[in-house]
């Protein structure tokens, strides 16, 4: 297993992990997000860990930032001569002021600071610029292995949650959002996994980093020997689809 994280941070231990095993983001959110913008010129992804979202966010847009408070995360970024990265909290991020077209903030608003973000968003947002936060939350897996997936993520795990988890259950509904709010379509992360491909997913859990440094033990193994008579094939792979939550907000200076 990976060293433990550091207090209050669940992902630099595993940012290799994160950056092979996190599911893509569907092409059509980008898509749709570039389409709201009045122009394309600079996108900020604020919490862009190893990049999932920020190298799709330079196929729209000239240039793209994409910073993260984890070292760990960004020294595994994919590199593209449109994107400039830096490790930066998101409530402080050093750009300058009233740059920005697009505020993407994938799967990480509910760890935010709020406050100090939404007016760190509003001093770098160009007026009228697009904020937009999107979250996934549990995935839905067919069958016996489903069911085993379900009662180890929210029955075994449950303990460990963080309790910014809440938000993400919630699919954002309950997280203070104050900005002129636009209608977004519904849409799905969709993957045909492996088994091994699974597991290493279930690794990069915040749960499962936060059981790691309180036991110095992986709950993940106990899950997959549950499952290797459900799933004895290490080839055969499965659909898994994750709902996706997205609420865009336009940003007015005035």
């Known amino acids: 297993m990976s060293k433990r994280a550091a207090p209050g941070d669940h992902f630099s231990s595993i940012a290799a992990s994160y950056a092979t095993f996190r599911p893509k983001y569907p092409p059509s959110l980008f898509e749709r997000l570039s389409a709201l913008v009045q122009r394309r010129g600079l996108a900020w992804d604020c919490a862009a860990g190893t990049g999932q979202a920020t190298l799709d966010l330079a196929g729209w847009f000239d240039r793209v930032i994409g910073s993260d408070v984890s070292s760990a995360q960004i020294a595994q970024a ?146 997959a020997k549950e499952i290797q008579l459900l799933w004895p094939d290490p080839e055969q792979r499965r659909a898994l689809t994750w709902p996706l939550t997205t609420r865009v907000g336009r940003i007015s200076k005035h």
């Open 78 to 223: 994919f590199l593209n001569p449109k994107i400039t990265w830096q490790v930066a909290p998101a409530e402080s991020s050093g750009i300058a002021g009233g740059t920005v077209d697009l505020i993407a903030v994938p799967q990480a608003l509910h760890w935010f600071d709020l406050e100090r973000f939404y007016r760190e968003a509003k001093r770098v947002a160009v007026d009228g610029g697009i904020l937009a936060a999107w979250s996934y939350g549990s995935a839905e897996l067919a069958g016996e292995v489903g069911d085993a997936y379900r009662h180890f993520e929210h029955e075994t795990m449950r303990p460990y949650w963080p309790a910014e988890r809440r938000y993400v259950t919630d699919v954002y509904k309950t997280i203070d959002f104050p900005f002129e709010e636009l209608d977004f379509p519904a849409m799905t992360l969709d993957a045909i996994w492996t088994r091994d491909q699974l597991l290493g997913y279930m690794r990069t859990w915040s749960a499962t980093t936060r059981y790691v440094a309180r036991h110095d033990a992986d709950p993940v193994l106990g899950f």
